[in-house]
C-alpha cells in the first residue's frame, strides 16, 4: 500500500538550542525526497563535544499509525561545518528504513494513544552503529515522588542534566511540593529548557520515568548506629507501610511508567514495589552510590581521579554489601597489586574503606543531617539512562532469579529497566558474601 508522510530529525549536543535539521518527504508512489535545512546558530563560538541524537519519525496518512522510527546515539565533535551531518544522516537512514518496507520488511505500527513505539534497525553501512528507537508521544516526562532532602536533590540533578522536558513533584506535603518547583523554577532559564511543576498523582499520567524517593529516612527512622547490623533495613516496616499505598496509585495514574526506587532500604522496596506493581520494570539504585565511594576512596589512596578507578560493590545497599576488592584495577592494575608493590597495609587499608563506605551515610547525617547530593546525582544520571534507553552498566538492584531476591548486580539500565543482570568474576570469598547478602535481603523481604 502506498503511503505517505513526513519527518523532521534533529541531532541534539549538550544544549536544546544547538541543532540541525531535516525534512524528508515520502510520496505516495514510494520516493524519498530529502533536503537538509539551515542549522540553527544556537553555538556560537567554541568547540563542544558531545553525543547526537537522531530523531527520525515517518507518519503515515490517516489511521493513527506510526511507521519507520529511529533514534541512533552518535558521538561528534559539534563545529559549526558539521551541523548538518546528523540530519542527514537521518534523511539516509530513513530513506533505508522506507526502501526496507518497500521491500517487504514490517513497519512497527501502533495505536497513535501508544504511549512507546519501538522499532530497530541496523545501520551499520551508514553509521556503523545499531540504532534502537524509543519514541515516547509529546515530551518525555518523569515524575519524582517525595521532595524531601533527596528528592529535592535528584530534581536539581534532572533539572541539570536536560534529560526530561517535563518533571512533576508530588509530595504528601503539597506546600513544600510547590516551594520546591518555584524556588528551582527561578535557576530554569540558566538551564535546559524543562517545564517543571508540583502536583498529585493525576498529573504523571504519560510519565516514562517515576523517582520514588517518598518514605522516612534514616534520621527520622533511627537507622544512625554503627553497631546496629541491620541498618537501614530498620526502616523496612515503616516505608513498607507507605508504598502498599502510594505504588497502587502511582501505577494507575502511569501503568507505563519504569519505576526507580529511592528510598531506603530500597532493595527490599523494589522487591515490594515490583509484586505491587505487577510488572518487571522496577529497579533500585542499589549500590550505584556504594561503588562510586568505592573509587573516590580508592582514588584518595592512590592519588589517581576516581574516575580512572574501576571497582564496584554489589548486593544488599546497606551492611552487608560486598565490595569486590579482587577485580577493582587501575588502569588494567589490580588495585590489590599496587597497594602491595606501595608496602601498604592491605588488611589495615580494606577494613578502613570498608568501614567508611558502610557507615558513609551516618557520617553524612552526623554533619547534614541527610545523605542527599550524592545519591541525588546518581539518581539523575540513572534517570538519563533509563530515558535514553542507553543500556549503560550500572550495579542497580533489580529481581534476581537465581537469588530470588532483588540486590545490586552490574546490570545493563535502558528504558524498561533493567534488561540483563551479570555476575561478575569473584572469589570464593566474594561469592560467600553475596550469598550472605542475598540471604539478609530475603528474609528482610519476607517480613513484608
Not at 537522531?54 to 541512533?72: K, Y
Not at 545499531?130 to 518523569?142: L, N, S
Not at 579482587?326 to 580494606?350: K, N, Y
Amino acid at each position: 500500500m502506498g503511503w505517505a508522510g513526513s519527518l523532521i530529525a534533529c541531532g541534539f549536543g549538550g544544549r536544546l538550542d544547538r541543532w540541525a535539521g531535516t525534512i524528508v518527504v515520502l510520496d505516495a508512489a514510494g520516493l524519498s525526497l530529502f533536503a537538509v535545512s539551515g542549522a540553527s546558530k544556537g553555538m556560537e563560538f567554541g568547540v563542544g563535544v558531545g553525543q547526537a541524537v537522531i530523531l527520525a519519525a515517518v507518519t503515515a496518512v490517516g489511521g493513527g499509525t506510526i511507521r519507520g522510527m529511529l533514534i541512533s546515539w552518535i558521538p561528534l565533535v559539534w563545529r559549526s561545518e558539521l551541523y548538518a551531518i546528523p540530519a542527514l544522516a537521518a534523511a539516509l537512514v530513513v530513506a533505508v528504513t522506507h526502501r526496507l518496507h518497500m521491500y517487504g520488511v514490517p513497519a512497527v505500527e501502533l495505536p497513535e494513544a501508544g504511549p512507546i513505539v519501538e522499532a530497530r534497525l541496523m545501520i551499520g553501512a551508514l553509521t556503523g552503529i545499531a540504532g534502537k528507537v524509543v519514541y515516547r508521544g509529546g515530551a518525555v516526562k518523569v515524575g519524582v515522588v517525595g521532595v524531601g532532602a533527596v528528592g529535592a536533590a535528584a530534581t536539581m540533578a534532572l533539572l541539570a542534566r536536560g534529560c526530561a522536558r517535563e518533571i512533576v513533584l508530588v509530595d504528601s506535603n503539597a506546600a513544600r511540593a510547590k516551594g520546591v518547583a518555584l524556588d528551582m523554577a527561578y535557576g530554569i532559564p540558566l538551564l535546559p529548557a524543562v517545564d517543571l511543576m508540583a502536583g498529585d498523582a493525576g498529573d504523571l499520567a504519560d510519565a516514562s520515568l517515576l523517582t520514588v524517593t517518598a518514605g522516612v529516612n534514616e534520621a527520622a527512622g533511627g537507622a544512625t548506629d554503627r553497631s546496629d547490623a541491620s541498618g537501614r533495613l530498620r526502616l523496612l516496616d515503616r516505608n513498607a507501610a507507605i508504598y502498599r499505598e502510594l505504588i497502587p496509585e502511582l501505577v494507575e495514574a502511569a501503568p507505563q511508567a519504569t519505576i526507580m526506587v529511592v528510598a531506603d532500604p530500597p532493595d527490599p522496596l523494589a522487591d515490594l514495589t515490583r509484586t505491587l506493581a505487577g510488572h518487571d520494570r522496577v529497579f533500585s539504585t542499589g549500590t550505584v552510590l556504594d561503588s562510586r565511594r568505592f573509587r573516590v576512596h580508592l582514588g584518595e589512596i592512590l592519588q589517581v581521579l576516581p574516575a580512572d578507578v574501576r571497582a564496584m560493590v554489589v548486593g544488599e545497599h546497606g551492611t552487608s554489601e560486598v565490595l569486590l576488592w579482587s577485580s577493582a584495577v587501575v588502569a588494567g592494575v589490580p588495585v590489590l597489586d599496587i597497594l602491595t608493590q606501595r608496602g601498604e597495609p592491605v588488611a589495615t587499608v580494606r577494613e578502613q574503606v570498608e568501614s567508611e563506605i558502610r557507615y558513609a551515610n551516618i557520617s553524612i547525617i552526623e554533619g547534614i543531617g541527610a545523605s542527599q547530593y550524592g545519591i541525588g546525582v546518581v539518581v539523575g544520571r540513572l534517570a538519563e539512562a533509563v530515558l535514553r534507553d542507553e543500556r549503560a552498566l550500572f550495579t542497580v538492584a533489580a529481581y534476581q532469579h537465581d537469588y530470588r531476591v532483588t540486590l545490586s548486580l552490574p546490570s545493563d539500565l535502558g528504558a524498561d529497566g533493567v534488561h540483563h543482570m551479570h555476575l561478575p568474576i569473584m572469589t570464593d570469598e566474594e561469592h560467600e558474601a553475596l550469598e550472605r547478602s542475598a540471604h539478609a535481603l530475603r528474609e528482610a523481604r519476607a517480613t513484608i
